[in-house]
């Protein structure tokens, strides 16, 4: 994370403005992807959309950065797929569950979002429920943003939804700390106690981002693209996330759309 105890006024709002100006791609990107996406759509016919328009807004593809090649510019998790889905030839099907998570940069900076949505319009009550929760738990964790509070206060208020709404809940993917870097400290886990952890400060930008399941939690790597995890039990799996400021008074959600 930027540290913002040696950041000087004008780069901490050089960070807050491209922030915000990237938030807002990515917001508005994920809002037409969700409406773009239909039954019969392949990943990879997906990916290549996106990947056109990041570079169309004026951003580029975060993932083309990493150390370990990613094989394409967005996540794409389907049904029992948890996070960090590579791309598949494969055609969605009516009813699918897809969690989409995508960060672009722009003007040095980081932003990060994702989102789980049901393909078409069938869709089994128990994965609209779960989502539901899970964007819920998302939410509670961000209304405890401040300065002066502690991580814990998120991942306690996150944890509270998903067991609250009997949804398992994933502990092994967390959230993170985002600007000049895509993943940065301090860890923001999707659990915790009140009062412990790292305490946050105006200027902060951190990524909140609670992973659920209607099974058991536990869950693995797909040994095939080394990328995608899935859970053991084969249950379906959801994920949500907002890049999120600590502004004086609370917080400022970057990555909603207009």
């Known amino acids: 994370m930027l540290n913002i105890d040696n950041t000087t006024p004008e780069e901490l709002q050089q960070k807050i403005t491209a922030m915000r100006e990237g938030g807002k ?3 508005n990107l994920l809002k037409d992807l969700k409406n773009h996406v239909k039954p019969g759509m392949t ?11 990041i570079t169309k807004r004026g951003a580029e593809v975060a993932y083309d950065m ?13 049904n029992d797929e948890l996070v960090h889905g590579a791309p598949k030839n494969i055609p969605l099907e009516e009813g ?23 393909v078409g319009e069938k869709v089994s009550p128990a994965i609209k429920n779960m989502i539901k929760i899970t964007e819920s738990s998302m939410w509670e964790g961000i209304e ?20 609250k709404g009997h949804l398992g809940v994933i502990e092994n993917y967390i959230g993170h700390g985002i600007d000049k870097k895509m993943h940065e400290s301090p860890e923001v886990p999707n659990y915790g106690k009140k ?22 939690p536990a869950n693995y790597v797909d040994k095939d693209d080394n ?15 907002h890049t999120v400021l600590v502004t004086k008074d609370g917080y400022e959600v970057l990555t909603l759309p207009d």
């Open 195 to 216: 009062g412990h952890g790292y305490k946050l400060v105006e200027g902060d930008t951190i990524c909140i981002e609670p992973m659920s399941c209607l099974g058991k």
């Open 43 to 53: 990943g990879t016919e997906i990916d290549a959309w996106v990947r056109k328009e």
């Open 25 to 27: 791609i990515l917001g």
């Open 96 to 118: 699918d569950k897809v969690s989409f998570d995508l960060d672009i940069y722009y003007k040095g900076f980081f932003t990060d979002s994702a989102f789980t949505m049901f």
């Open 66 to 78: 990493l150390d370990d090649d990613f094989p394409g510019a967005i996540c794409i998790s389907v």
């Open 227 to 241: 990328w995608t995890a899935k859970m053991k039990d084969g249950s379906i799996a959801c994920h949500c996330e």
């Open 144 to 163: 405890q943003v401040k300065p002066g509070a502690h991580i814990g206060d998120i991942g306690n208020a996150v944890e509270k939804v998903l067991r």
